[in-house]
């Protein structure tokens, strides 16, 4: 069973505003959890210059890497000292997705926390395609953030479930963090306009996660929804509800099957206002052909 691990979050960094949103997040989860931060900042040689220093001419690699780690070491300090963390910084060199998940391996991390532009994305080196590349290939949760947050905090989080056996192993990770933010839980059964005959397991399968949530001692609604746009209807569910998180699983799609473009985990972190939490699936083999509805609970 997928379990949420916040004793080391891993923060990737570019310094710009769209990657401070993502230390706010992470830094207060890990107070509260009593986990550490890791802040890593991938260098790409081609694009040092032009993003990171536009008035200053460096040509020597190592001058500008003694440049970034005196940088990153203070922002880490800085972070320590505001919410009596510990802070690692890493600088690290190569490709960004790829060396992100690298970095949350070798260093054990639970869980990243990075920024994203979404479908504003313009010039910063953490856009959605970074965001969504490191979604997909990370084995561990990745929580993106777009935008600022009026609070921190997640008093009310969005589940949304279909009836599938991965869509629902996000719920043991959902009720974990709700735990830890006394969270109220919102549960969206989400169906096509046309999908009657999965929508009777729907109606068992919510109260069965309503009832997993009381047992902690969680405050928890439930509702059915069907839509043409499934992550547009989500997005609209959490904003009608009001969800400062929307935890969803990386292998739910919906519009354009087989498109990147058209998954359902990238819609939602490119258009969400409020940070979305993904979290990887669990595969076992042997279960493969099994679906039932109950099994799960």
């Not at 009657?196 to 996660?209: G, M, R």
Request: glycine residues 6%; contains cysteine.
């Amino acid at each position: 069973m997928i379990t949420l691990n916040t004793k080391k979050i891993l923060i990737p960094i570019d310094f710009s505003e769209t990657s401070m949103r993502a230390i706010k997040h992470g830094a207060f989860i890990a107070r509260l959890t009593k986990g550490e931060l890791i802040l890593l900042h991938v260098q790409e040689k081609s694009e040092l210059l032009d993003i990171i220093l536009p008035a200053i001419s460096m040509k020597d690699v190592s001058t500008i890497t003694k440049f970034l780690e005196e940088k990153l070491d203070k922002l880490a300090a800085d972070v320590s000292k505001e919410y009596g963390i510990r802070v690692v910084p890493i600088i690290s060199m190569g490709n960004i997705t790829s060396e992100i998940v690298e970095m949350a391996k070798e260093n054990k991390a639970g869980m990243i926390v990075m920024g994203t532009q979404g479908s504003d994305s313009s010039n910063d080196l953490f856009l959605g395609s970074n965001s969504y590349r490191t979604l997909t290939k990370s084995d561990i949760p990745v929580m993106t953030v777009r935008t600022d947050a009026p609070k921190l905090g997640y008093a009310n989080i969005l589940l949304p479930v279909d009836t599938s056996r991965h869509s629902r192993q996000k719920v043991v990770s959902a009720l974990q963090l709700a735990d830890k933010f006394a969270s109220h839980v919102h549960v969206l059964g989400i169906l096509d306009e046309d999908d009657e005959k999965h929508e009777y397991k729907l109606k068992v399968i919510l109260p069965q996660i309503k009832k997993m949530a009381e047992e902690h001692k969680l405050g928890c609604t439930t509702e059915i929804r069907k839509a043409r746009k499934r992550a547009e209807e989500t997005l609209k569910c959490a904003e009608a509800v009001k969800s400062d998180l929307i935890v969803c699983m990386r292998d739910e799609t919906t519009e354009f099957p087989g498109s990147i473009l058209g998954t359902y985990a990238h819609s939602l972190l490119n258009e969400s206002k409020v940070p979305v939490l993904c979290i990887p699936p669990e595969v076992h083999p042997e279960n493969m052909e099994q679906d039932s509805i109950g099994g799960m609970w």
